[in-house]
T-cell receptor, first 112, second 113 residues
Framework: DGGITQSPKYLFRKEGQNVTLSCEQN?????MYWYRQDPGQGLRLIYY???????QKGDIAEGYSVSREKKESFPLTVTSAQKNPTAFYLC???????????FGPGTRLTVT | RKEVEQDPGPFNVPEGATVAFNCTYS??????FFWYRQDCRKEPKLLMS???SGNEDGRFTAQLNRASQYISLLIRDSKLSDSATYLC??????????????FGKGTRLHILP
């Protein structure tokens, strides 16, 4: 089955720790994205990548980092510099940047 | 004016009724449009793309009005399973960098038995 997987589904961390969220897709999509969603809020773009070894900051990149070493994988690291990391993190992919995106099931991160 | 605006709702609609909601956008360079549905605590799922001529998929009809800069979603014969938040997505063509993709905050729909 083709799709996007994110792991883990729930993640709990102590303040001050870096944490890496996994995102893998087997749709052969070139573009991948990371969004953050807070309760009652819309999706906000953290980072996106249109091609391997290249990525661009979104609207709220501060405190986050990404890598794109393989087409299928786009991990997101939430660093200790991110002031309010508790949120629902969604990874998405698309054939190219201007067409519809498909989302993974998300990771709920709680930092205490 | 916000780039993409939706009425947050909730829209409380009896089962079997028809419901419609709009999404307005401010940038006339907007090029492609989509509707997603998001169930509580789940990921958004693509419902349908919105084409210039309008398009229909079963009970769902999407339309684009470029002159007034809005897209609409019409749901006929609503089912309990249609209860969700509906997100509109607008893709804005820019000439200085990559296309900009804006998600609306969504409209909540509750179908009442």
């Amino acid at each position: 089955d083709g799709g996007i997987t994110q792991s883990p589904k729930y993640l709990f961390r102590k303040e001050g720790q870096n944490v890496t969220l996994s995102c893998e897709q087997n749709l052969n999509h070139d573009a991948m994205y990371w969004y953050r969603q807070d309760p009652g809020q819309g999706l906000r773009l953290i980072y996106y990548s249109q091609i391997v070894n290249d990525f661009q900051k979104g609207d709220i990149a501060e405190g986050y980092s990404v890598s794109r070493e393989k087409k299928e994988s786009f991990p997101l690291t939430v660093t200790s510099a991110q002031k309010n990391p508790t949120a629902f993190y969604l990874c998405a992919s698309s054939i190219s940047r201007s067409v519809e995106q498909y989302f993974g099931p998300g990771t709920r991160l709680t930092v205490t | 004016r916000k780039e993409v605006e939706q009425d947050p709702g909730p829209f409380n609609v009896p089962e079997g009724a028809t419901v419609a909601f709009n999404c307005t956008y401010s940038n006339s360079a907007s090029q492609s449009f989509f509707w997603y549905r998001q169930d509580c605590r789940k990921e958004p799922k693509l419902l349908m793309s919105v084409y210039s001529s309008g398009n229909e998929d079963g009970r769902f009809t999407a339309q684009l009005n470029r002159a007034s800069q809005y897209i609409s979603l019409l749901i006929r014969d609503s089912k309990l399973s249609d209860s969700a938040t509906y997100l509109c997505v607008v893709n804005i063509k820019t000439w200085v960098r990559d296309d900009k993709i804006i998600f609306g905050k969504g409209t909540r729909l509750h179908i009442l038995p």
